[in-house]
């Protein structure tokens, strides 16, 4: 999200990248894409679906002549959304968590805005004349069938596990292979843990509002008595009411802010480990690459080496790449989540202070009229 | 601890409304209404409903009356139906002599000297049965409500009757407090210290405290609803058995469900206790007394007894052969009928608003226990976290989500005691309210029955002369002497019953909406109160977050 003023040719600036509208018509999303080049005041707008997004990942993923493409931390993209009918919430949350929720698609929208501020942001990436098409040109290039990625989403393959846990040769990466792995699964952990906070939250809204509506089968209009009684079960209904609100615009806001948040950490953390992995299959070739070549025959020896010699200059690469991207990668997590933290914290608090006003006033105005 | 302020008033004989403390429903009935829900199985999930969740035993029914706690009063109620024995006289320290438009020695004794015993139990002496008559006119001077010297009871207006509502001010506060494990296993039983404090006369002390048992408690609403419910008068429920929840506290079992059955049992003691002596009738009754002050109460045996389920059919059968009555009856006016259909439906709105709130308190719960889970999942977060100032932020917002929780817990508790406790005792209460109807009814039919015994006699004694047997005719026209008497009686009785419900109605329905309002700015104020310290919280963290680099 941060745009760095050292990275030459970006033509589009990073942080005005923007959805500004989702359409849905049956079981299509249609995104409104707006951003700015550097180099212009003008703002373009196109409109995308969801295969193109795909494409443009595909398109970063397959780039050739790229020197230590596989280091790369590759921005996440969101799954795709199936808006249908026959999609139920717990299948659509178990698909995509946090981003299923809120109203009209809303996070999702914002998770597909920050990955390509990402994507623009990045000191490679942003040199993808995919970007460039994907943003500016009027035609969805997702038509254009590219070739599939080198690398896909990781298998569950027993045989990625067992590569997973390869032991490494430097200490660096080591360490940070182990520390991502524990990120990885806590922030996941910890991202449906608040989500659960979050659908609870909205179902205690739905029981005040349940509640409240039950109030106001109370009015009796038969005598002064039951006048009087009417009066004090809709000023009850008013409160839950605001309760209800309340609890809404909470679970609103841990979803906008502090679930978004956690969303892209455990879906970053993710990548990383994509990145550390593509780089440990690599030690791996190479180590089956030289014992291949240790026990050789004399004439087949010569052609093996300068095959060790290359693989090892790409790990070479992809190590030096990846160590570059992990640090970039720590310190802008920090960052992010810092971000996160401050304008969930801020928006609750002012949340908080609005509904104690409310309830404040609710009080008054009860003591005063009750007040024999 | 809720105590309560009990207003009595000292410059008017007031009957049944004249208290403005906490609601105090006094109405008993023959047919005592069933604690809510009606359903069995549905109470005993109510009682585990709140109080824990987890708990899938729905078969721990009372094994005395399927959940139920009925004491059932004698359905050989004493035909006299003395609406005004126990009223009217109430606790003055300057007016005795004019207390009582009722000049029974007895009366006079219960307020003059608070040493005495009185033995008010005997509501039906044929003494103070007559002295009702004269007395209206010989109590000229002292002030007495209307209700006694007019004799057209019925056409009082509802104005009228509530311009009798005003009065002194005389304490009472009640708390019942320390609930105490006494025994051990399956004959141990939780043992409430009731404190009193007073300025009332009639009690020996001013500050005194006793230890009561459950069984007490619904002995002395046994008591109470033998003597009053003939009359037309409110009883306030007792709270309900709970075997499953008592159980749970006699196998020792020491956890939060526990402790939230004996604090929720322990609220309802002390509500039902200030709802009986807001109720003027009650008040003075000497059992009601001797449950406040005495050391050592005889153990109430029947209160297991009596709550059969098979005691309860008969019950239920009774009141629907009372409810068929009330078709024939002739109402001079409709207040009644159209008041009880009031009733009858606001129960079950009540009910409705019952069932939404406990679903309200058990989503809180369950929000507090995903709480704490997210709670323990950013700490961890937190701890594996390199960059230092980003890690003792999540562990600062471990703790933050870790106080809100703390805060969903008392809000939940709030929701609870606030708003779902006061409606589940109205739902109650307006049992109690309809068996009062209900006994009105009684009393209506007794009249008729006497009528109708009446026009017998008179067509045997005319059947007589026709017949011309003079030696039988004495005893005929003796039998119609005898049942004109009854029948006026009964009339006068109607006619009494009529009015103390009408106004026991009045009383009622001014308490339920003096209550209501009451819980509803208590409830507010544990919302704000809430509200509050979440901000406090959320300025805490604030400074962590930002601090992050």
């Known amino acids: 999200m941060e745009v760095s003023s050292a990275e030459a040719a970006l033509s589009v600036s990073a942080s005005s990248i923007r959805i500004t509208d989702v359409t849905q018509d049956g079981d299509v999303l249609t995104f409104a894409l707006t951003s700015q080049k550097l180099d212009s005041s003008a703002g373009v707008c196109v409109f995308r679906i969801y295969e193109d997004f795909d494409w443009l990942q595909q398109s970063l993923f397959s780039q050739e002549n790229l020197p230590g493409l596989q280091g790369i931390i590759f921005p996440p993209l969101p799954s795709k959304a199936l808006p249908s009918q026959s999609n139920t919430q717990t299948k659509a949350l178990k698909q995509l968590g946090f981003l299923a929720l809120g109203q009209d698609w809303q996070s999702y929208c914002k998770a597909l805005e920050f990955y390509l501020q990402q994507v623009a942001a990045h000191p490679t990436l942003c040199k993808c004349k995919a970007l460039d098409s994907f943003l500016f040109n009027s035609e969805s290039p997702g038509k254009q069938r590219g070739r599939k990625g080198i690398f896909n989403r990781l298998s569950q393959a027993v045989e990625e596990m067992r590569k997973e846990s390869h032991k490494d040769v430097d200490n660096f990466f080591q360490n940070e292979r182990n520390k991502n792995t524990n990120l990885a699964a806590l922030s996941k952990v910890a991202t449906e843990k608040l989500l659960d906070v979050v659908m609870t939250e909205q179902k205690l809204a739905l029981a005040c509002g349940h509640f409240s509506t039950s109030l106001h089968l109370c009015v009796n209009q038969d005598d002064a008595s039951a006048v009087a009684f009417s009066k004090v079960c809709l000023k009850l209904s008013d409160v839950i009411e605001a309760v209800k609100r309340n609890l809404e615009k909470v679970a609103s806001n841990n979803l906008s802010t502090l679930g978004l948040g956690l969303d892209l950490e455990s879906r970053y953390q993710e990548a990383e480990k994509e990145m550390l992995f593509r780089r440990t299959c690599k030690l791996i070739e190479l180590e089956t690459v030289k014992k291949g070549t240790e026990k050789a025959k004399a004439n087949k020896r010569e052609v093996l080496e300068a095959f060790q010699k290359a693989v090892e200059k790409e790990f070479n690469l992809i190590s030096s790449v990846a160590k570059q991207e992990i640090e970039r990668f720590h310190s802008s997590h920090v960052n992010v989540l810092k971000n996160f933290l401050i304008g969930w914290c801020e928006v609750q608090l002012n949340t908080a202070k609005e509904f104690a006003e409310l309830y404040s006033q609710h009080l008054e105005a009860c003591r005063n009229m009750y007040s024999e | ?549």
């Open chain 2, 1 to 549: 601890m809720f105590l309560s302020r009990l207003r009595l008033p000292s410059s008017e004989i007031q009957s049944t409304l004249t208290c403005n403390g906490q609601s105090a429903m006094s109405g008993g009935c023959g047919r005592n209404p069933p604690p809510f829900p009606d359903n069995e199985d549905q109470e005993a999930e109510l009682d585990t409903q709140v109080l824990d969740s987890d708990d899938d035993d729905d078969e721990g029914e009372d094994i005395f009356t399927g959940a139920r706690s009925k004491p059932i009063t004698p359905t050989s109620a004493p035909d006299e139906g003395d609406i005004f024995s126990e009223e009217g006289s109430y606790v003055r320290s300057d007016v005795h002599h004019a207390t009582n438009g009722l000049h029974s020695d007895e009366e006079l004794d219960l307020f003059t000297e608070a040493t005495v015993e009185l033995t008010l139990t005997n509501t039906t002496s044929q003494g103070r049965r007559e002295i009702i008559g004269p007395t209206a006119s010989a109590c000229n001077t002292t002030r007495v409500p209307n209700s006694i010297l007019k004799p057209s009871i019925v056409t009082k207006t509802m104005e009228e009757l509530e311009e009798e509502e005003s009065g002194d001010q005389f304490e009472l506060n009640i708390a019942v407090t320390n609930p105490e494990k006494i025994g051990d296993g399956m004959n141990a039983y939780m043992s409430y210290k009731v404190s009193t404090q007073t300025t009332l006369p009639m009690f020996l002390n001013k500050t005194f405290s006793v230890r009561r048992r459950f069984s007490d408690f619904l002995g002395l609403y046994e008591k109470i609803s033998a003597k009053h419910s003939l009359l037309g008068c409110i009883i306030p429920p007792p709270p309900q058995k709970s075997v499953v929840g008592m159980t749970k506290v006699k196998v020792g079992k020491e956890d939060s469900s526990s402790a939230e059955f004996v604090e929720k049992r322990r609220a309802a003691l002390e509500r039902y206790l200030q709802r009986v002596v807001a109720h003027p009738s009650l008040l003075q009754d000497p059992d009601v007394r001797e449950f406040l002050e005495r050391d050592e109460l005889p153990r109430a045996v029947n209160t297991q007894a009596l709550s059969g389920p098979g005691l309860l059919k008969m019950i239920n059968r009774a009141s629907d052969a009372v409810n068929k009555m009330t078709i024939k009856m002739n109402e001079s006016d409709n207040w009644f009928e159209s008041k009880l259909q009031e009733v009858e439906n606001e129960e079950q709105l009540l009910r409705r608003l019952h069932a939404a709130v406990d679903s309200l308190v058990n989503h809180r719960k369950e929000l507090c226990s995903n709480t704490v889970v997210f709670s323990k999942s950013v700490a961890m977060l937190g701890s594996v976290e390199e960059n230092s100032a980003l890690s003792r932020a999540l562990s600062q917002l471990a703790e933050v989500e870790d106080k809100m929780e703390q805060l969903h817990q008392q809000q939940a508790f709030s929701d609870f005691f606030i708003l779902a406790e006061l409606l589940a005792d109205y739902v109650r209460l307006l049992g109690a309210v309809r068996c009062c109807f209900e006994q009105r009814m009684k009393v209506w039919q007794r009249l008729q029955e006497a009528q109708s015994t009446l026009q017998k006699k008179r067509e045997a004694e005319a059947k007589l002369l026709w017949a011309n047997k003079p030696e039988k005719l004495q005893q005929a026209k003796d039998d119609i002497n005898e049942w004109e008497s009854k029948v006026s009686q009964y009339e006068r009785d109607f006619e009494r019953v009529t009015c103390t419900v009408r106004k026991e109605m009045l009383r009622f329905e001014k308490e339920k909406a003096r209550d209501f309002k009451q819980h509803i700015v208590k409830y507010l104020e544990s919302l704000l109160h809430t509200q509050h310290r979440l901000v406090k919280c959320w300025e805490a963290f604030l400074p962590e977050a930002k601090a992050i680099a």
